[in-house]
């Protein structure tokens, strides 16, 4: 242990080491009814209705799962505001399978395009479900969304919701990063486990 010297005293002091305790923060909750914290002070311009639906894009294996996960962590446990994630990939597993050929990601099969558009539309008809529920609420769609037509298609479904929508992109332009995600996270996923 070093010790430090404190100017305005001119005396030594040890310096007292970190409890465990300082490092693992409790959740904000916020109360209910007429005692109620005014979002204001939570934070930014919110109302008791807010809504923000934030929308992941980005090419795979550049994080866009890992961040939408700690948002929600964050959210969800600081916070204590209702947040959900409906990943477009979980869909696609769940209605095709998780052994999909390589062509079922091929942006020239119409009729593959046509199945990944229906996983989509099946993730963004939960995520209008849950925002419609009273209360502020955060739902994060979690896909590519690479293409400019699918974010218009993104964009027109959920203008029906006035809610706050943020498309968030992840650009990841270390290959050593990617390549590691991909040997320790894709790989790993039940699209090529075994």
Known sequence: ???????????RMPEVEPRPEDYNPSPHVIPEGENATPLGVVGGDCRPTEKVIIVMCGLP?????????????????????????????????????????????DYSNEQYMKKREQACDAALADLMEFMKIDGVRVGVLDSTNSTRKRRAHI??????LKCKVIFLESICDQTELIEQNIKNIKVNTPDYKD
């Not at 242990?1 to 005396?11: I, N, P």
């Open 155 to 160: 964009r027109e479904v959920l203008k029906e």
């Open 1 to 11: 242990m070093t010790d430090r010297h404190t100017v305005s005293e001119g005396m």
């Open 61 to 105: 294996a550049t994080g866009k799962t890992h961040i939408a996960n700690r948002i929600v962590r964050y959210l969800s446990f600081f916070l204590d505001i209702d947040t959900r994630i409906f990943n477009v990939g979980d869909y696609r597993r769940k209605f095709f399978g998780a052994k999909c050929p390589a062509e079922f990601f």
